[in-house]
Structures are given as structure tokens and as C-alpha cells.
T-cell receptor
Framework: SQQGEEDPQALSIQEGENATMNCSYK?????LQWYRQNSGRGLVHLIL?????REKHSGRLRVTLDTSKKSSSLLITASRAADTASYFC?????????????FGKGTKLSVKP | NAGVTQTPKFQVLKTGQSMTLQCAQD?????MSWYRQDPGMGLRLIHY???????DQGEVPNGYNVSRSTTEDFPLRLLSAAPSQTSVYFC??????????FGPGTRLTVL
């Protein structure tokens, strides 16, 4: 069964705007990761946040984690047309073997120039 | 480094045929995984391996076999293809089990 659920399923914004995607999960985790997938390509790792961290930054990306609500958000600031892709959260459940990632269904982001 | 490579890129099978999807990585990663991606379903874990000689089942293992005789290679075998196995298959590897590096995928159609 799917561990993570992204929200919204699809998001359309103008270039320069910020994009926020949310992820909710069901069980206790060791860490949560965000990946990006361009159409027809493999996934690319963006950022990892551990269960004892609340916020993490990487370039134009900001990730927050609220373990009490079992949720995370990914913020992309000053979006560009090249950010158009699908974004997935993935969790490494605490009671699962390491390396056993469970992915959500993804948010499809469209950034219009 | 080539990273994670997958062959073939595309494959069409008839129901009941068998085939092997190849995956190789040149990063000396211990962890390797196979996922399938279906429209609107995200990625689902089929099988994974935490090292040579060690494999385990993921969420959707039925109809698939794996083996890990070397660190570099992790082939996925479809024993008797079914239309429900029509999907895009991704192989991934990781040094720690955290950040995963994905291959470009194999698009499989079973008629």
C-alpha cells in the first residue's frame, strides 16, 4: 500500500511564483526524501530530511517535516519553466528494512513561462 | 561513471513469454531495487537487495524473480508475462539505502 500521498495531484503556476507540494504518510519513519521525475525519465533525488530534523534547504528548495502530523512540504521558490516535472515523496519506514522506500503518487507541476 | 543502466529501453511481449530486464551499476552500491510505475500509482517496490547474495520482496513481488550474484548486476525476471505487468520498470541503487540513483527505465508492454 502507498505510504505517502502528495497533495495536490497537479499544480499549474507562472514562472517566478512559488510552488508548494505536500506529502502525508502513515507510519513512523527514519527519513523522508523528495524526488523529481521529468517526463519519460528516471527519478532524480532532490533532498533528504531525517526524522529529527524540522526544516532543510537546498538552493531554491525548502523542505519541512512535521512528524507529529506525519506530513512534509516541499517549497520551490522563484520557479522556472525547467522545474516542470512530477515530484514524489518517499519514506523509509522505521520498521522496514533499510533501502525499502515507499513512494507517493506524485504531484505534477507545470510552470508556464 | 555510467551510473545505473537498464536494458532494453522498450520491450513488447506476448502473454506467457518470459524475459529478463537487465540492470547494472558501476558505483559499487550495496543496495539495489526494482520498481514499477503505473499511471497514477507512483512507484511500487517489486524486489530489493542489500548486497550480493541477499534479496527480499517488496510490495508487489508476484510474477517476478530476482537474483544478485554480483554487486554490479540485479536482473529482474518475468517468468510468464501477463497484461497486468504492462508498466515502466525502474532499477535503482544506493550506497546507504537512503538516496537512490535511478536508471532510465524499461517500458514493457504485454499483449
Amino acid at each position: 500500500s502507498q505510504q505517502g500521498e502528495e497533495d495536490p495531484q497537479a499544480l499549474s503556476i507562472q514562472e517566478g511564483e512559488n510552488a508548494t507540494m505536500n506529502c502525508s504518510y502513515k507510519t513512523s519513519i527514519n527519513n523522508l526524501q523528495w524526488y523529481r521525475q521529468n517526463s519519460g525519465r528516471g527519478l532524480v533525488h532532490l533532498i533528504l530530511i531525517r526524522s529529527n530534523e524540522r526544516e532543510k534547504h537546498s538552493g531554491r528548495l525548502r523542505v519541512t517535516l512535521d512528524t507529529s502530523k506525519k506530513s512534509s512540504s516541499l517549497l520551490i521558490t522563484a520557479s522556472r519553466a525547467a522545474d516542470t516535472a512530477s515530484y514524489f515523496c518517499a519514506t523509509d519506514a522505521r520498521d522496514e528494512s533499510q533501502g525499502n522506500l515507499i513512494f507517493g503518487k506524485g504531484t505534477k507541476l507545470s510552470v508556464k513561462p | 561513471n555510467a551510473g545505473v543502466t537498464q536494458t532494453p529501453k522498450f520491450q513488447v511481449l506476448k502473454t506467457g513469454q518470459s524475459m529478463t530486464l537487465q540492470c547494472a551499476q558501476d558505483m559499487n552500491h550495496e543496495y539495489m531495487s526494482w520498481y514499477r510505475q503505473d499511471p497514477g500509482m507512483g512507484l511500487r517496490l517489486i524486489h530489493y537487495s542489500v548486497g550480493a547474495g541477499i534479496t527480499d520482496q517488496g510490495e508487489v513481488p508476484n510474477g517476478y524473480n530476482v537474483s544478485r550474484s554480483t554487486t554490479e548486476d540485479f536482473p529482474l525476471r518475468l517468468l510468464s508475462a501477463a497484461p497486468s505487468q504492462t508498466s515502466v520498470y525502474f532499477c535503482a541503487s544506493s550506497s546507504t539505502g537512503d538516496e537512490q540513483f535511478f536508471g532510465p527505465g524499461t517500458r514493457l508492454t504485454v499483449l
